[in-house]
């Protein structure tokens, strides 16, 4: 059981190790005789709103930003549909799709027998190897 006392072992340390330096961390570092200095910091002046309610930013800035925005948005819309419609006039007319590997209705077919094919040869592979 060396294994299980490993871990226990490495927790007792971490908490001896962090019980010995928490309150070693609050006490102050000696200061060899100088006088100790009390520093105290001015209050930051008041800030004065003069213009109350303004986000920063002018009426037409706030515009352009969200015009830009729906432009982005429009943009990315159209080339997603174009493609779409694209995508699917090549099918309807029945030119295959140069990415794929062949018209859509005899991919699922020729994978399956390729995987029937596969399986058989993997059995009889199995087969030969239980004779020996």
Same mark, same amino acid.
């Given at each position: 059981?060396?294994? +299980? #006392? &490993?871990?226990? *072992?490495?927790? +007792?340390?971490?908490?001896?190790?962090?019980?010995?330096?928490?309150?070693? +961390?609050?006490?102050?570092?000696?200061?060899?005789?100088?006088?100790? &200095?009390?520093?105290? !910091?001015?209050?930051?002046?008041?800030? &004065?709103? &003069?213009?109350?309610?303004?986000?920063?930013?002018?009426?037409?800035?706030?515009?352009? /930003?969200?015009?830009? $925005?729906?432009?982005? /948005? %429009? $943009? /990315? %819309?159209?080339? /997603?549909?174009?493609?779409?419609?694209?995508?699917? +006039?090549?099918?309807?007319?029945? =030119?295959?799709?140069?990415?794929?590997?062949?018209? *859509?209705?005899? #991919?699922?077919?020729? !994978?399956?027998? =390729?995987?029937?094919?596969? %399986? =058989?040869?993997?059995?009889?592979? #199995? =087969? #030969?190897?239980?004779?020996?």
């Amino acid at each position: 059981m060396p294994v +299980a #006392r &490993t871990p226990l *072992l490495a927790v +007792a340390a971490l908490v001896l190790t962090l019980a010995v330096a928490s309150p070693a +961390a609050g006490q102050a570092v000696p200061t060899l005789g100088a006088p100790e &200095t009390q520093t105290t !910091s001015a209050a930051p002046p008041p800030v &004065t709103d &003069t213009t109350a309610g303004s986000s920063g930013l002018k009426t037409w800035q706030e515009l352009m /930003i969200f015009g830009a $925005g729906l432009a982005l /948005i %429009a $943009g /990315i %819309a159209f080339a /997603i549909l174009g493609d779409a419609k694209e995508r699917a +006039a090549r099918l309807r007319h029945g =030119r295959p799709d140069p990415q794929d590997e062949g018209p *859509l209705h005899r #991919r699922p077919q020729q !994978s399956k027998q =390729r995987a029937r094919q596969k %399986a =058989r040869a993997a059995r009889a592979q #199995r =087969r #030969r190897n239980r004779a020996r």
